[in-house]
């Protein structure tokens, strides 16, 4: 491989949250007590332990070497690459500068969006499992959570259930919904039959869209990324789509995502709310972040990363399967996460899954549990991790936690 994968990056004292807080998970005043001679490995925050494309280092020290950082406007190239990676990655035509605009972040998008197709106490459909940041977005902002369960099929592939969503849409009189594609955390990557018929649906009984496709580019295998906007000209402007670099290129902490919407009025309602806080400004350094992530060496780099992650959900999947009796996971078609499920496990060793957590904790291995995104008995773990610390890992679950 032409870049670096490999290395094991000492994040600690970096101002890194997925080590920083290490052993204090659970809380203040509850140390955890990892055993002596094992090191801390985190996966859980929804971040990247790989050195970013070095285009992105190169682009951020060129703009910060000049020694002025006023205000400024958002450079043509900026729009450019955002048109050029998805014509490229998604096959998208017809993008042009006007429909994109930039976001604070994908949930500060969803928030401005919220605020314009809503009003307080309205009823939003959802899909269960659902991410965190849906559900603290809505919460806070005064919406009404109505969650659609996704159910396994016969394969263990997580399906929409388009009778439920139907069912939900019509008794709770939603009119907006957020759709997660790829979603998160069940890590499915839709077919376009699938989201055409969800997008039917919403057609049928007057729902908008907010998409967040900001796991888009990580697509594993033969699996490809199919932008809501895209199924149909319904579609097109039925569907506010949130992007960012910050998952694909481990951005999160310089900030910025943007959306894609091509329905003008709806455009210029959401550009209009999500300015009226006069903190929904883009950094400079972010602008050119994007800019030096979005060049051609990122795309070689995000090819890379996407085989790397699809080899770590291989080994982690197949070692669960051939270690962990009454441990199950539905292999993850994108993202990098797992989302397994311990039910039959914890039932049958008498464990709550706080108690599976800690065992796993105390082993180094720092997982998430998965009550917040509405998995009872489940656990989210990242895998962007070089394969020697997820190999390490998964040892260490086998000797010191499934397999004791």
């Not at 080590?19 to 998970?25: E, Y």
């Not at 090191?39 to 970013?52: G, K, R, S, T, Y």
């Not at 550009?271 to 350094?285: A, P, R, T």
């Not at 720092?366 to 394969?387: D, T, V, Y």
């Amino acid at each position: 491989m032409k870049y670096d994968f490999t290395s094991i990056i000492d994040r600690r004292g970096r101002d890194a949250i997925a080590v920083d807080v290490l052993p204090n998970l659970l809380g203040p005043g509850k140390e955890v007590h990892v055993k002596d001679g094992l090191d801390m490995i985190p996966m859980w925050i929804a971040d990247m332990n790989f050195p970013v494309v070095p285009s992105i280092t190169e682009a951020i020290i060129e703009r910060a070497s000049h020694p002025a950082y006023g205000y400024f406007r958002i450079r043509d190239e900026y729009y450019q690459s955002i048109i050029d990676w998805h014509e490229k990655r998604n096959h998208v035509t017809g993008l042009k500068k006007e429909h994109i605009g930039y976001e604070n972040g994908v949930l500060g998008g969803v928030s401005s969006a919220l605020h314009v197709l809503c009003s307080q106490g309205d009823n939003v459909l959802v899909h269960a499992p659902t991410y965190i940041g849906f559900t603290g977005t809505l919460n806070n902002n005064g919406y009404h959570i109505i969650h659609s369960h996704l159910k396994k099929d016969e394969e263990g592939i997580w399906r929409m259930d388009y009778e439920d969503m139907e069912e939900k849409i019509v008794k709770n009189k939603i009119h907006c919904a957020i759709f997660c594609s790829p979603h998160n955390p069940a890590g499915r990557v839709w077919e376009r039959r699938e989201i055409e018929r969800a997008m039917e649906l919403y057609r049928k009984y007057d729902v908008t869209v907010i998409s967040d496709e900001i796991w888009s580019d990580i697509t594993l295998k033969s699996n490809r990324h199919i932008p809501t906007q895209s199924v149909s000209a319904d579609a097109r402007n039925r569907t506010i789509a949130l992007y960012a670099p910050s998952k694909t290129f481990n951005l999160a902490g310089l900030t910025g995502s943007y959306h894609i919407i091509y329905d003008q009025t709806l455009k210029e309602r959401i550009v209009k709310e999500s300015s009226l806080c006069h903190y929904n400004s883009m950094n400079v350094l972010s602008m050119h972040a994007l800019i030096g992530a979005y060049k051609p060496e990122g795309h070689v780099w995000v090819d890379e990363l996407k085989e790397v992650i699809a080899g770590n959900v291989d080994y982690a999947c197949d070692y669960i399967e051939q270690h962990f009796t009454g441990v199950t996971v539905s292999k993850p078609q994108g993202t990098y996460m797992l989302f397994i499920d311990c039910e039959a496990w914890c039932t049958l060793h008498g464990k709550t899954l706080e108690e599976l957590l800690l065992l796993g904790y105390e082993a180094g291995v720092f997982w998430q549990s998965g009550k917040a995104f509405l998995g009872e008995w489940c656990i989210r773990m990242n895998l962007a991790l070089p394969f020697s610390r997820v190999k390490e890992a998964f040892e260490r679950l086998d000797r010191y936690v499934f397999g004791a």
